[in-house]
């Protein structure tokens, strides 16, 4: 079969397909004749409905499936026969004229891009490195004392201070009115933790049980309560109570308390270590990734498929709607979200799905069996029973997906920083888990 291809811009191309109509009507009377031996009907005994009353009642609806078919498997066909990788699903609409005893449709559809990418030796690449150190090891054992932190009342005649826990009355007011969730009562916060914005806190701080103060408090512009964002209220507070937080000591049996193997406080700090490492090879080989999907994208000549984007982005603004569902927005599959709001993204994704994928064609970057099964035994590695967890994942397809696809881009990474020009840079611990 000779299949001609006409270009009609950058990506787009247009085959013309004929169809016997002899072989339409062959395969309509064959269905239909299948479907006649089981189809009920009123007044008819089961396989006994005439033929004429069968194709009168189903008629439509069969030709509809054969054609459909019938102009898929000859679209399939002709793609095939032209070599041509399909971006997308085509749109195929019947010709007004055709050859006689034939049926002629116009496919109008795209193709994906030619990749060309340039030498990547040229690419500058930030790789970010970072180390555990004792300071980290200890910041999170303070973290985990304050989870175990109990609380005791103090004397009438302290002070509230950073730590503390009070409980506090309160009732605020913008011109005059109380705001919607402006007032509480037996309300309690952790002076110095963040809870509350800082005003509010330095308003606290230093005040007694018993005490009333009364102060201004400006709402920042960008104050998630739009109503009070960007003003000012008069705020009326009394202190109830302020308890002193009791931190449990750095010993043996805080490390029991955790399920640490041998309960010690070095099998603690030990185990505390793994954790830490774990996380921060994770964040290092994020932003490192992050820096070569960029470096590639800005080394990469090639157009978009539209209907390839077009599908990215009905999948955004669907996540879209089912994040405003999931916060309880009413009418969330209808609300109006504009297509701009997600082009950029879209585009990105579309982009460099496109480049990483003729990376790892030209220069089989695959994820070999090996390094599959390596990466799912370090991801359930923290758990109490990973065999259990190796075979959750196992079991099914969709996350044996996923991990393959994690893997393809650690591949991707790997090669890109073999060849690409390397700034080295040392982070602190503090920057990379962002707590500077």
């Not at 993204?345 to 090996?370: D, F, S, T």
Request: overall charge negative.
């Amino acid at each position: 079969m000779t299949v001609t291809v006409e270009t009609l811009e950058k990506l787009e191309r247009k085959i013309t397909l004929t169809l016997p109509a002899e072989v339409i009507q062959n395969e309509v009377a064959s269905r239909l004749k299948r479907l006649a031996r089981d189809v009920k009907m009123d007044g008819f005994r089961p396989g006994k409905v005439p033929m004429n009353v069968v194709a009168q009642r189903y008629g439509y609806s069969v030709h509809y499936e054969v054609m459909n078919d019938k102009v898929g498997e000859a679209f399939a066909s002709a793609a095939n026969e032209a070599k041509l990788r399909v971006a997308g699903q085509p749109k195929i609409t019947e010709k007004e004229e055709s050859p006689e005893g034939q049926l002629a449709f116009d496919a109008v559809f795209e193709v994906y891009p030619e990749v060309k990418i340039e030498d990547l030796s040229s690419a500058e690449v930030e790789k970010v490195s970072a180390e555990v150190n004792d300071a980290a090891i200890d910041r999170t054992l303070d973290i985990l004392r304050k989870q175990r932190r109990t609380f005791a009342q103090r004397a009438q005649d302290q002070a509230a201070g950073d730590g503390d826990r009070v409980t506090i009355d309160f009732e605020g007011k913008i011109d005059g009115e109380v705001f919607e969730g402006g007032k509480a009562e037996a309300f309690q916060f952790i002076v110095g933790d963040g809870q509350m914005l800082k005003e509010f806190e330095d308003a606290v701080r230093g005040m007694k049980s018993g005490e009333s103060k009364t102060f201004p408090l400006n709402f920042p512009e960008d104050y998630h309560g739009k109503d009070v964002a960007g003003k000012t209220a008069d705020f009326l507070v009394t202190l109830k109570k302020i308890e002193a937080a009791h931190l449990p000591e750095v010993d043996d049996a805080l490390a029991k308390s955790l399920g640490i193997a041998d309960g010690t406080v070095d099998g603690l700090r030990a185990d505390i270590r793994v954790n830490l490492e774990r996380e921060v090879k994770n964040r290092v080989q994020a932003r490192n990734k992050q820096a070569v999907m960029d470096a590639l994208v800005s080394k990469a000549e090639l157009d978009l498929p539209k209907s390839v984007v077009q599908s990215e982005l009905d999948r955004l603004i669907e996540g879209a709607r089912a994040d405003l569902k999931q916060r309880g927005i009413p009418d969330a599959d209808k609300a109006p979200i504009p297509e701009d709001m997600f082009r950029p993204q879209a585009e990105r994704r579309v982009r460099l799905g496109l480049v990483v994928a003729e990376l790892v064609r030209v220069n089989e970057l695959h994820a070999k069996p090996e390094q599959i099964k390596s990466h799912v035994e370090e991801l359930s590695a923290s758990y109490e029973k990973p065999a259990d967890v190796v075979r959750w994942y196992q079991s099914d397809n969709r996350r044996m997906a996923e991990v393959e696809a994690v893997v393809i881009e650690n591949n991707v990474t790997e090669f890109v920083l073999s060849k690409a020009k390397i700034v080295d840079k040392a982070v602190s611990f503090e920057d990379l888990m962002g707590q500077s």
